[in-house]
């Protein structure tokens, strides 16, 4: 589990795309700060949310401060960026029971060289995030697969992760989340024109 940071965050006294807009050219991001009975509009300095999110991401623990209130523990549910400018647009801080399971989305990252790979074979990641449910203190930092073992044709699936004590992922398939595929031969430019051309001539 990654160390805990503190960010502070002030209420939003006003909502709407005007209001929001003012707060963004101020360097602020509008959020909301949700919990099981509440949902607090907030706003927060872009500059210390990205640090805060550099470092907890989606799934880590954080303490948010609301105000002059206790600080919580929470975690970033939701990060809203602009689709070409360097900018945060929203953040949803959710505040979470230590005591309760709760599902988060934690990335998945491989290590090793597998067999199939040095047999001329391709490493397909098909899951870079899994979702889990544990307490929010087992929260992982990421899963890690060791994919050495693996043979062209062969995959790891959801069901065989090792996952830390207290983990559980979260899933109805039993789909794969990372294969070695065969490498797709490539054909010199003309050939399957010249291929398709003998297939009609010979009908």
């Given at each position: 589990m990654a160390q805990q940071v503190t960010i502070q965050v002030e209420p939003r006294s006003k909502t709407?795309?005007?209001?929001?807009?003012?707060?963004?050219?101020?360097?602020?991001?509008?959020?909301?700060f949700y919990t099981r009975t509440e949902n607090i509009p907030v706003q927060v300095k872009e500059m210390p949310l990205r640090k805060a999110f550099s470092q907890v991401g989606q799934s880590q623990i954080l303490a948010v401060q609301v105000g002059d209130g206790e600080a919580k523990p929470s975690i970033i549910k939701a990060i809203q960026f602009?689709?070409?400018?360097?900018?945060?647009?929203?953040?949803?801080?959710?505040?979470?029971?230590?005591?309760?399971?709760?599902?988060?989305?934690?990335?998945?990252?491989?290590?090793?060289?597998?067999?199939?790979?040095?047999?001329?074979?391709?490493?397909?990641?098909?899951?870079?995030?899994l979702e889990v449910e544990c307490l929010p203190g087992d929260i992982p930092d990421k899963l890690t697969l060791d994919v050495t073992p693996l043979a062209i044709g062969q995959s790891i699936h959801v069901s065989e992760l090792p996952l830390p004590s207290g983990v559980k992922a979260v899933y109805e398939d039993n789909f794969a989340v990372v294969s070695v595929m065969a490498k797709v031969a490539e054909t010199e430019p003309g050939e399957g024109e010249e291929a398709a051309a003998a297939g009609e001539a010979a009908a």
């Open positions: 709407g795309k005007g209001f929001n807009h003012r707060l963004r050219l101020d360097e602020t991001v509008p959020g909301v602009h689709p070409y400018k360097n900018r945060i647009l929203h953040v949803d801080f959710y505040g979470v029971d230590l005591t309760k399971t709760l599902r988060v989305s934690v990335p998945v990252t491989v290590t090793g060289k597998s067999k199939g790979v040095a047999e001329g074979g391709v490493l397909e990641l098909i899951r870079d995030h």
